[in-house]
Protein backbone atom coordinates (compact mmCIF):
# COMPACT_ATOMS: atom_id res chain seq x y z
CA UNK A 1 0.00 0.00 0.00
CA UNK A 2 1.25 3.32 -0.59
CA UNK A 3 1.44 6.60 1.44
CA UNK A 4 -1.62 7.98 -0.57
CA UNK A 5 -3.29 4.62 -0.32
CA UNK A 6 -2.91 4.26 3.46
CA UNK A 7 -3.69 7.68 4.13
CA UNK A 8 -6.84 7.70 2.02
CA UNK A 9 -8.00 4.11 3.55
CA UNK A 10 -7.68 6.37 6.71
CA UNK A 11 -9.37 9.44 5.50
CA UNK A 12 -12.33 7.17 4.96
CA UNK A 13 -12.82 6.11 8.50
CA UNK A 14 -14.92 7.78 10.85
CA UNK A 15 -12.63 9.95 12.57
CA UNK A 16 -15.54 10.63 15.30
CA UNK A 17 -15.24 6.67 16.43
CA UNK A 18 -11.65 6.28 15.48
CA UNK A 19 -8.78 7.84 17.77
CA UNK A 20 -5.35 7.40 17.36
CA UNK A 21 -6.13 4.85 14.34
CA UNK A 22 -2.32 3.76 14.54
CA UNK A 23 -2.68 1.61 17.47
CA UNK A 24 -5.54 -0.38 15.43
CA UNK A 25 -3.46 -0.71 12.31
CA UNK A 26 -2.33 -4.14 11.85
CA UNK A 27 0.92 -4.78 9.88
CA UNK A 28 1.58 -8.39 9.96
CA UNK A 29 0.58 -10.67 7.21
CA UNK A 30 -0.52 -13.59 9.97
CA UNK A 31 -2.87 -11.08 11.62
CA UNK A 32 -4.36 -9.84 9.05
CA UNK A 33 -4.85 -13.39 6.98
CA UNK A 34 -6.25 -14.33 10.26
CA UNK A 35 -8.87 -11.50 10.57
CA UNK A 36 -9.48 -11.90 6.33
CA UNK A 37 -10.36 -15.63 7.26
CA UNK A 38 -12.60 -14.10 10.07
CA UNK A 39 -14.43 -12.13 7.89
CA UNK A 40 -14.90 -14.84 5.34
CA UNK A 41 -16.04 -17.23 7.68
CA UNK A 42 -18.68 -14.81 8.90
CA UNK A 43 -19.84 -14.18 5.45
CA UNK A 44 -19.58 -10.35 6.89
CA UNK A 45 -20.93 -8.02 3.91
CA UNK A 46 -18.34 -5.82 2.81
CA UNK A 47 -18.84 -2.42 1.08
CA UNK A 48 -16.28 -1.46 -1.82
CA UNK A 49 -15.72 2.19 -2.08
CA UNK A 50 -14.42 3.28 -5.87
CA UNK A 51 -14.35 5.37 -8.29
CA UNK A 52 -13.01 8.10 -6.32
CA UNK A 53 -15.61 7.72 -3.99
CA UNK A 54 -18.40 7.95 -6.88
CA UNK A 55 -19.68 4.33 -6.10
CA UNK A 56 -19.54 1.71 -4.06
CA UNK A 57 -21.64 -1.97 -4.21
CA UNK A 58 -21.33 -4.90 -1.75
CA UNK A 59 -19.41 -8.32 -1.28
CA UNK A 60 -17.63 -10.58 0.34
CA UNK A 61 -14.16 -12.30 1.18
CA UNK A 62 -14.85 -15.56 -0.51
CA UNK A 63 -11.13 -17.36 0.64
CA UNK A 64 -7.83 -16.25 1.82
CA UNK A 65 -4.67 -17.61 -0.24
CA UNK A 66 -1.40 -16.83 1.81
CA UNK A 67 -0.01 -19.21 -0.48
CA UNK A 68 -0.33 -17.10 -3.50
CA UNK A 69 -1.12 -13.77 -1.45
CA UNK A 70 -4.76 -13.36 -2.58
CA UNK A 71 -7.62 -12.19 -1.18
CA UNK A 72 -10.64 -13.41 -3.06
CA UNK A 73 -13.96 -11.86 -3.33
CA UNK A 74 -17.52 -12.11 -4.70
CA UNK A 75 -18.47 -11.15 -7.69
CA UNK A 76 -20.90 -8.68 -8.59
CA UNK A 77 -24.80 -9.10 -9.95
CA UNK A 78 -24.13 -6.21 -12.34
CA UNK A 79 -21.44 -6.30 -14.97
CA UNK A 80 -21.83 -2.69 -15.62
CA UNK A 81 -20.62 -2.42 -12.07
CA UNK A 82 -17.96 -4.96 -11.79
CA UNK A 83 -16.81 -3.26 -15.07
CA UNK A 84 -16.20 -0.19 -12.77
CA UNK A 85 -14.68 -1.64 -10.09
CA UNK A 86 -11.80 -3.60 -12.10
CA UNK A 87 -11.03 -0.19 -14.17
CA UNK A 88 -10.70 1.15 -10.21
CA UNK A 89 -7.20 2.57 -9.42
CA UNK A 90 -7.97 2.52 -5.51
CA UNK A 91 -10.70 0.84 -3.46
CA UNK A 92 -11.67 0.68 -0.12
CA UNK A 93 -13.40 -2.18 1.78
CA UNK A 94 -14.98 -1.12 4.86
CA UNK A 95 -17.42 -3.55 7.17
CA UNK A 96 -18.76 -3.85 10.69
CA UNK A 97 -17.88 -6.90 12.45
CA UNK A 98 -19.22 -7.61 15.70
CA UNK A 99 -18.94 -4.28 17.08
CA UNK A 100 -15.46 -3.72 15.22
CA UNK A 101 -14.72 -1.56 11.86
CA UNK A 102 -12.64 -3.13 9.46
CA UNK A 103 -10.90 -1.63 6.72
CA UNK A 104 -8.42 -2.29 4.35
CA UNK A 105 -7.82 -0.63 0.52
CA UNK A 106 -6.03 -2.02 -2.51
CA UNK A 107 -4.99 -0.95 -5.77
CA UNK A 108 -6.56 -2.90 -9.08
CA UNK A 109 -8.20 -5.71 -8.85
CA UNK A 110 -8.46 -8.63 -11.12
CA UNK A 111 -11.25 -10.97 -12.47
CA UNK A 112 -10.64 -14.30 -11.48
CA UNK A 113 -12.34 -17.43 -10.96
CA UNK A 114 -12.47 -19.44 -7.92
CA UNK A 115 -14.66 -23.10 -8.10
CA UNK A 116 -15.48 -22.15 -11.61
CA UNK A 117 -17.01 -19.02 -10.80
CA UNK A 118 -16.46 -15.65 -11.89
CA UNK A 119 -14.41 -13.57 -8.75
CA UNK A 120 -12.81 -10.91 -7.80
CA UNK A 121 -9.02 -10.87 -6.47
CA UNK A 122 -6.01 -8.45 -4.96
CA UNK A 123 -3.33 -9.03 -3.00
CA UNK A 124 -3.79 -9.08 0.32
CA UNK A 125 -3.27 -5.75 2.12
CA UNK A 126 -0.12 -4.90 3.88
CA UNK A 127 -1.94 -3.29 6.67
CA UNK A 128 -5.62 -3.76 7.85
CA UNK A 129 -7.41 -1.69 10.49
CA UNK A 130 -9.41 -3.17 13.03
CA UNK A 131 -10.76 -1.10 15.52
CA UNK A 132 -11.86 -2.59 18.45
CA UNK A 133 -12.99 -0.24 20.82
CA UNK A 134 -14.67 -2.62 23.36
CA UNK A 135 -15.63 0.35 25.99
CA UNK A 136 -17.78 1.65 23.08
CA UNK A 137 -19.36 -2.05 22.53
CA UNK A 138 -22.62 -2.29 23.74
CA UNK A 139 -24.43 -5.67 23.83
CA UNK A 140 -28.13 -5.80 24.61
CA UNK A 141 -29.78 -7.44 27.69
CA UNK A 142 -31.16 -11.01 26.70
CA UNK A 143 -34.56 -11.85 28.02
CA UNK A 144 -32.99 -14.54 29.91
CA UNK A 145 -31.15 -12.09 32.10
CA UNK A 146 -32.53 -9.92 35.11
CA UNK A 147 -29.92 -6.94 35.25
CA UNK A 148 -30.41 -4.47 37.73
CA UNK A 149 -29.01 -0.91 38.53
CA UNK A 150 -29.93 -0.21 42.02
CA UNK A 151 -29.78 3.73 42.40
CA UNK A 152 -29.83 5.38 45.78
CA UNK A 153 -32.52 8.40 45.92
CA UNK A 154 -32.76 11.13 49.02
CA UNK A 155 -29.48 9.74 50.00
CA UNK A 156 -30.85 6.63 51.73
CA UNK A 157 -33.42 4.99 49.22
CA UNK A 158 -32.60 2.31 46.91
CA UNK A 159 -34.43 1.57 43.73
CA UNK A 160 -33.87 -0.70 41.38
CA UNK A 161 -33.84 -0.24 37.66
CA UNK A 162 -34.42 -2.84 34.69
CA UNK A 163 -30.49 -2.68 32.66
CA UNK A 164 -31.18 -2.34 28.93
CA UNK A 165 -27.85 -2.60 27.25
CA UNK A 166 -24.26 -2.71 28.65
CA UNK A 167 -20.78 -1.96 28.01
CA UNK A 168 -17.75 -0.74 29.90
CA UNK A 169 -18.90 3.02 29.62
CA UNK A 170 -22.11 2.63 30.48
CA UNK A 171 -25.45 1.37 30.69
CA UNK A 172 -28.83 2.09 29.65
CA UNK A 173 -31.37 1.46 32.40
CA UNK A 174 -35.46 1.34 31.90
CA UNK A 175 -37.99 3.33 33.91
CA UNK A 176 -41.62 3.07 33.14
CA UNK A 177 -42.98 5.11 36.31
CA UNK A 178 -40.90 6.72 39.47
CA UNK A 179 -41.90 9.33 41.86
CA UNK A 180 -38.22 10.16 42.08
CA UNK A 181 -36.72 12.95 39.76
CA UNK A 182 -33.53 11.92 37.45
CA UNK A 183 -32.61 14.48 35.10
CA UNK A 184 -29.36 14.58 32.61
CA UNK A 185 -25.86 15.62 34.42
CA UNK A 186 -27.46 13.95 37.47
CA UNK A 187 -24.46 11.95 39.56
CA UNK A 188 -25.29 8.82 41.78
CA UNK A 189 -22.71 7.69 43.29
CA UNK A 190 -22.31 3.91 44.56
CA UNK A 191 -25.29 2.88 42.71
CA UNK A 192 -25.22 -1.05 42.63
CA UNK A 193 -24.91 -2.97 39.69
CA UNK A 194 -26.64 -6.66 39.99
CA UNK A 195 -25.33 -8.94 37.07
CA UNK A 196 -25.99 -12.22 36.84
CA UNK A 197 -24.59 -15.36 39.04
CA UNK A 198 -24.91 -13.08 41.36
CA UNK A 199 -22.49 -10.65 41.27
CA UNK A 200 -22.69 -7.25 41.66
CA UNK A 201 -20.42 -3.95 42.32
CA UNK A 202 -20.82 -0.42 43.45
CA UNK A 203 -20.27 2.45 40.24
CA UNK A 204 -20.29 6.08 40.02
CA UNK A 205 -22.76 6.77 36.92
CA UNK A 206 -23.83 10.44 35.32
CA UNK A 207 -27.12 10.45 33.56
CA UNK A 208 -26.33 11.76 30.24
CA UNK A 209 -29.05 11.51 28.13
CA UNK A 210 -32.97 9.63 28.07
CA UNK A 211 -35.58 9.29 25.37
CA UNK A 212 -38.95 7.32 25.23
CA UNK A 213 -38.68 3.40 24.14
CA UNK A 214 -41.38 3.49 21.84
CA UNK A 215 -42.39 7.04 20.27
CA UNK A 216 -45.79 6.52 20.00
CA UNK A 217 -46.07 4.73 23.12
CA UNK A 218 -45.24 7.08 26.20
CA UNK A 219 -46.37 4.61 28.59
CA UNK A 220 -43.89 1.95 27.28
CA UNK A 221 -41.10 4.29 29.82
CA UNK A 222 -37.99 5.64 29.17
CA UNK A 223 -34.50 4.94 28.10
CA UNK A 224 -31.66 6.73 30.35
CA UNK A 225 -28.38 6.58 28.75
CA UNK A 226 -25.69 6.23 31.56
CA UNK A 227 -21.74 7.12 31.89
CA UNK A 228 -19.67 5.46 34.39
CA UNK A 229 -17.11 7.69 36.46
CA UNK A 230 -13.52 5.84 37.88
CA UNK A 231 -15.26 2.38 37.63
CA UNK A 232 -13.27 -0.39 39.42
CA UNK A 233 -10.99 -3.34 37.72
CA UNK A 234 -12.89 -5.39 39.44
CA UNK A 235 -16.35 -4.79 38.28
CA UNK A 236 -15.07 -3.73 34.41
CA UNK A 237 -13.76 -7.05 34.21
CA UNK A 238 -16.81 -8.44 35.50
CA UNK A 239 -19.02 -6.40 33.09
CA UNK A 240 -16.09 -7.75 30.46
CA UNK A 241 -17.09 -11.09 31.45
CA UNK A 242 -20.49 -10.83 30.89
CA UNK A 243 -20.23 -9.16 27.30
CA UNK A 244 -18.28 -12.11 26.13
CA UNK A 245 -20.77 -15.01 27.51
CA UNK A 246 -23.49 -12.51 25.62
CA UNK A 247 -21.55 -12.54 22.37
CA UNK A 248 -20.21 -16.54 22.69
CA UNK A 249 -24.13 -17.34 22.72
CA UNK A 250 -25.04 -15.00 20.14
CA UNK A 251 -22.43 -16.43 18.27
CA UNK A 252 -23.88 -20.61 18.72
CA UNK A 253 -26.93 -19.18 18.10
CA UNK A 254 -25.83 -18.04 14.51
CA UNK A 255 -23.72 -21.10 13.60
Known amino acids: MTDKQEQSTINDTDQSKVDNYEKYLLNSKAAIVQKLRQLAKSKNNLTAHFGGGKYSMLTQIVDVLPDK ?37 TGFLQKAKLHGKPAFACPIP ?114 QRYIYDIELMNRQTKD
Request: proline share 3%.
Open 69 to 105: DLVVLDYGSNEATNKKLLQSEHTVFKTQHEGVTAQFS
Open 126 to 239: ESLLWVQRREFYRVRIPLRDNIFCELIHNEDILVPYSVLDISIAGLAIRIEDSKYTIEAGMLFNGARLILPNEESGLVNIEIMNYLPLKQNNPEAGLRFGCQFHNISTDISAKI
